[in-house]
Nanobody, 124 residues
Framework: QVQLVESGGGLVQAGGSLRLSCAASGSTFSIYGLGWFRQAPGKEREFVADIRWTGGSTYYADSVKGRFTISRDNAKNTVYLQMNSLKPEDTAVYYC?????????????????WGQGTQVTVSS
């Protein structure tokens, strides 16, 4: 059974940085696409970034492009989200996701496995 555990969230001032980690178990990690999503209070969950199973391609929401970086370490079964120049509007619960089907270029949220989320709060 696939399990995803996020960590690294917290409280940070605007302009600061955080690095989120998501440790995966229960599957052959290296053949699955991965992604990060977030959900702010009163809003729907939204796409943040994803990374191809090969790690060679990454995609970002326009709102985070140039500030956030997604990466993966297959040796550690871990995906990361480096978040720089944080803004109060980045405040949300951040979730990692892993595709249920291998060898995909993009994350497929409707069928993915999900972590429990980690809270990120950016103060102004």
């Amino acid at each position: 059974q696939v399990q995803l555990v996020e960590s690294g969230g917290g409280l940070v001032q605007a302009g600061g940085s955080l690095r989120l980690s998501c440790a995966a178990s229960g599957s052959t990690f290296s053949i699955y696409g991965l992604g990060w999503f977030r959900q702010a209070p009163g809003k729907e969950r939204e796409f943040v970034a994803d990374i191809r199973w090969t790690g060679g391609s990454t995609y970002y929401a326009d709102s985070v492009k140039g500030r956030f970086t997604i990466s993966r370490d297959n040796a550690k079964n871990t995906v990361y989200l480096q978040m720089n120049s944080l803004k109060p509007e980045d405040t949300a619960v951040y979730y990692c996701a892993q595709n249920s089907a291998p060898w995909s270029d993009r994350i497929h949220a409707k069928t993915a496995y999900w972590g429990q989320g980690t809270q990120v709060t950016v103060s102004s």
